[in-house]
């Protein structure tokens, strides 16, 4: 048994080994774009706009270093999934406006690819659809609901018996699952750290280690001085909180992961999975994973969903009982696994609005645009909103800055003690639900609909 990393940033990070470092702002300076945070977000949009403008004058800065945040840190899941609710968009913008949103989405998922292809960042994409199983009657009753709603707003999905779902993934259990084709499998480390690269050769500046103090028209401000912009663009997600007159804006959500060491041939005769999906369940407390390129099993979930006055633990250290939650799940589905070491554990947040449905926009008066809120739907999320950006900067009338999370708004989050109450009530019952519907009740627990109106789902 080998002794598990935790924590050092992630997994995808370590594996690559230390990054290139870039130096950091030194004095104050005017430029035509100013990007604050060198994730997905930031970086496909300085690609976007530079790309479109080569004479513009764009900078990145990031308080520690590219992909530092959830670029470097997720799931490595490249889905269509719309970051909100498709039915909230429709009850504000209408039905059309957001089955435009989740076409868009579709779309983003070969963009990701075809920019990765042409640009030649190798960042191990599959595109093997997303697998979601049931193991529980209730959960195979939602995920029926869920596969028929997605085909309304536009996502081909196929319900699969237990037995086709197995013969894809050998989940112990499963009862059944849905399938679309519009995902893919990626490494988050070498997306992120290769576009960081292809955008600087573009002749875009990146600053690492310069952390934004504050973010006003026209103006960003770090300790080592202003960044003067006709457009500020805030690409901060899980770390907005941080910033002190955005505490309240969006919630920094938690999520945890670990990953085993590289399985033998034999273990993989078992479990299948040979297509290259991305893994998830249909649980209140939901589980994700992937087959990475050199045959380890990465599955992540919730932990401790969020700290007290919106803390952030930054380095990604996760707690033991966090782990052991993991390690729980990653057996239950795979007993196989049992005594199969986990070589690394890890954290990190993702932006949560109060609705918890994503945003991109610009107010053109004070030059301040932002997008995020993608609530751990982002890695596609972040290209379509970084193509948003890049025409709603440039005032080109595109289709996209008329999708429905264009200008979205949300109220804040409730100030503290109540939003830590709120946040823990609501996962309290979320795991309450998956209790009682593992005993196999057929119909969504109580404590689920308990949880999704604290939630105000």
């Not at 992909?67 to 889905?79: D, I, K």
């Not at 868009?104 to 075809?114: F, G, K, L, Q, S």
């Not at 990146?206 to 663009?233: D, K, L, M």
Request: with cysteine.
């Amino acid at each position: 048994m080998i002794d598990t990393v935790n924590g050092d940033v992630s997994f995808w990070h370590a594996q690559l080994g230390p990054h290139r470092p870039r130096a950091p702002l030194r004095n104050s300076i005017s430029v035509d774009v100013c990007i604050v945070g060198a994730g997905l977000t930031g970086l496909w949009t300085a690609y976007y706009l530079k790309q479109a403008s080569p004479a513009m004058s764009i900078v990145v800065v990031d308080q520690r270093f590219v992909g530092f945040g959830a670029s470097g840190r997720n799931g490595g899941w490249l889905s269509a999934a719309v970051a909100g609710s498709l039915d909230r968009y429709a009850q504000r913008r209408g039905v059309d406006a957001a089955c435009a949103l989740q076409r868009a989405m579709i779309d983003a998922v070969d963009e990701v690819i075809r920019v990765a292809h042409d640009e030649g960042i190798n960042a191990d994409i599959v595109k093997g659809g997303v697998l979601r199983v049931a193991r529980t009657p209730s959960q195979l009753l939602r995920l029926s609901k869920a596969s028929a709603a997605a085909r309304r707003w536009g996502d081909s999905q196929t319900t699969l018996s237990a037995e086709s779902t197995r013969q894809r993934i050998n989940v112990a259990g499963a009862l059944g699952g849905s399938f679309s084709a519009n995902g893919a499998r990626l490494h988050p480390a070498k997306l992120v750290r290769g576009l960081a690269d292809v955008v600087e050769a573009m002749g875009v500046a990146i600053y690492e280690a310069t952390p934004v103090t504050a973010i006003r028209p026209h103006e960003a401000v770090t300790p080592c001085g202003t960044i003067s912009a006709q457009f500020v663009v805030r690409a901060t997600e899980g770390f907005t909180a941080a910033i002190p007159s955005m505490h309240r804006l969006w919630l920094p959500m938690n999520s945890s992961m670990i990953v085993t060491v590289p399985l033998p041939a034999a273990t993989w005769d078992e479990i299948g999975w040979r297509g290259g999906e991305t893994l998830g369940d249909s649980a209140h407390t939901f589980m994700y994973a992937q087959r990475t390129a050199d045959g380890r099993v990465a599955v992540g979930g919730r932990g401790v969903p969020y700290r007290y006055g919106s803390r952030i633990d930054r380095n990604g250290e996760t707690a033991p009982v966090t782990v052991a939650e993991l390690r729980k799940v990653l057996t239950e589905f795979f007993p196989v696994l049992r005594d199969v070491p986990v070589e690394h554990a890890w954290s990190g947040v993702l932006g949560v609005p109060r609705d918890w449905c994503a945003t991109v926009g610009l107010d053109r008066a004070t030059g301040l645009a932002a997008a995020g809120g993608y609530v751990g739907h982002g890695v596609a999320a972040t290209n379509l909103a970084g193509r948003t950006l890049r025409d709603l900067i440039l005032d080109h009338d595109s289709d996209l800055i008329h999708l429905p999370w264009v200008n979205w708004r949300a109220r804040t989050w409730e100030p503290e003690p109540l939003r830590w109450l709120g946040v823990r009530a609501l996962y309290l019952a979320y795991r309450a639900a998956d209790r009682a519907e593992a005993s196999g009740r057929s119909t969504t627990s109580a404590f689920a609909r308990v949880a999704d109106m604290i939630a105000g789902r």
